[in-house]
């Protein structure tokens, strides 16, 4: 299955980004309006930070185990999801660069490695929804960044 990028714009430095972006319980507060049930284990933050969540999207309902794999200080961090009983593993990469301006260029990418065949034949659909929500996830990144961003520096 091809991949599925969004991205946003943001006036946060790419340190800052990441700052937020490497605390896995983070990720939850722009991202319940789909994975919810967040259970946390390993360290909290970097390589080897773990989530398991439970996925509501399209009508379906799934657990999902993700896992910090690689990260790059103030550029990448890169997630491993399983779900399926392993049938679907998938890759969710942030990128964070430098705007000209200032701020950053935040993209993620969600990436298929493998994918139950039901997945494969609804790819025109899934896909899309998959699109959908997470265009919603990254301005609610946006939104919590700001308010991250403002309540350290008070």
Known sequence: MMPVTVSIDVPQTPEQ?????????????????YLTDYRYSGPDRGIG????????????KTDVAIEVVEAEAPRRIVERNVSAAGR??????????PLPAGGSHISF?????????ADRLLSPVVRPTMRRA?????QRL?????????TADS
């Open 49 to 60: 930070s773990c989530a398991t969540v439970t996925v509501t999207l399209g009508g379906t």
């Open 17 to 33: 980004v990441y700052d937020f972006l490497d605390v896995m319980a983070h990720h939850e507060r722009f991202t319940n309006h």
């Open 134 to 138: 997470n265009r919603t996830v990254m």
């Open 109 to 117: 990418t969600y990436a298929w490695e493998r994918a139950p065949l």
């Open 88 to 97: 679907r593993v998938a890759h969710g990469t942030y990128t964070v660069e």
């Open 142 to 150: 946006a939104d919590e960044l700001a308010r991250h961003v403002s």
